[in-house]
């Protein structure tokens, strides 16, 4: 054998134990290809979750206005007191609407929370988030039994069962988002401590499943505590924020972990999708406007048999008997559109909603639902009766009441204005007194309106409907009004300067701002 041969051997040899040792490498390589390629795939076949939680939001705020429905159209007896209709048919019912409506909110919220942390879907996303859904739209008719039904056990156990299975799906979105760390956000991803943010989540999910679970079981033994506890499920994240600092106080502070998850804590400051709270309130704003005009479309065409042996075939005479049907809905109406207008100002300068700002919406909403109320008692009982005054008033009640809480609103925002206000309508800001005007307006206007009414009870629709057609021209004229108290609170509370050239830079920089009076 030659040389040449010899060297030809040693080398192949050679080849050959450098791949052998090259092998596992190599296979490790391949393999971590092989996950970034499937994890590649899997990230190309999901979908942006915006259409999911437009559509998402839309079911909700339906759900959770259409309950006033039977409020709304609960009928009268002209002989009965309407404090005694009150009393005998409109607490259950009233109870039930604001117990669904705060019900049907908290999943609302929760859902919130869970895709604040789900970022984007596929397909097995998305049918269980229709299921859960559809559970939702179950709780209305649940709640219904149970008003009708309060000693019955059997509407108490159908909603805590669909509570309990809604939370289960909730549960397996997280454990089938976490399996699959793309669908997640961008801080959880990078995150070196995803199993903490997956228990502290369940946890948090399981929690109200968990207090329907002990409901139902109390409904057989003493039902009034099972009521309790379902109430108690509205406030739990205050509750259990409450006793949290109790605790604190009594054992001494206990630091939060760096990594904690910001969007499951109960802490009113816990930042809320703005986006979503504003689709959602203008879903609720745009079904109440829409449920006004379905009772004129229902109540208040003629029959034509009517028009043509009463009014001699003349469609508009018989039209004019539902005149004031027609100025009930187009006051009702600009109440509705206004106060969706303040709600716009508002958030149109709020840069960051909170957990409480969400939970006073949810009070605005509430009282805005119970508009078509409004509407329908306003035009419902004779001219002059005690009946139609009680009615006006309690009208009076519900708009001063969705005023009130969108006020509450700013106050909440005004505790942490730096995080959650635009500069100009901050304390001092130019646009803070005027913002400050629009969001009294209403309630002001609905306070005044209920003290006339008492004084002259004789013309209380008079009055009222005179305040729904003229707060439109306040609203106009409302820029104008601020700048004018202001000039006069200026000229009462500022000294008076003859020659402002003469006054020192130090004197006039240290004088109160007129922002600061009028707060």
Known sequence: MGENDESEIIEHHDDEEMEKTRTPRYHAHSFLESVASSEKDGYSSTQSSHRLLAYSDALISIIATVMILPVAHTKFQDNEELKQSIQALLTTKVAVYLMTFLIVTVAWAAHIRLFQVIKRIDDTLALLNLACMMLITVLPYTFSLMATFPSNTLGILLFCACVMVIGLIQATIVLYGFSRPFFLNDQIQMSGNQAYYKRHILEVIMRVPIMCLFASIFSFIYIQLSYIILAIVIFLPYISQCLKWIWNKAIGQVEDRPDSVPF???????PLSKER???FSDGVYAIVATLLILDICKDNVPDPSVVKEEFNDKL?????EYGPEYL??????VTIGLLWFVHHSLFLHVTKA???MGLFNTFSLAFVGGLPLAYHLTHEFPRGSLNELEAVQISCVIIFFAGLFQLAIWVTALFTQHETLHPYVRYGGREHAFM?????????????????TCILSRFSTSIFHMMEIGVPFAFILL???VRVVLAALRWLFCPVRNDLDSV????EDSQLPINDIVT
């Open 277 to 279: 709270v504003e689709a």
């Open 504 to 507: 020192p830079v130090e004197e």
């Open 354 to 356: 909170t957990r409480l």
């Open 316 to 320: 508009l005479a018989a039209l004019q």
């Open 328 to 333: 009930a809905y187009f006051g009702s109406f």
């Open 479 to 481: 820029r104008l009004l």
């Open 436 to 452: 400050l005007a629009k969001l009294s307006l209403y309630p002001c206007v609905a306070l005044g309106s209920f003290a006339f």
């Open 264 to 270: 499951y804590t109960y802490h009113p400051s816990e």
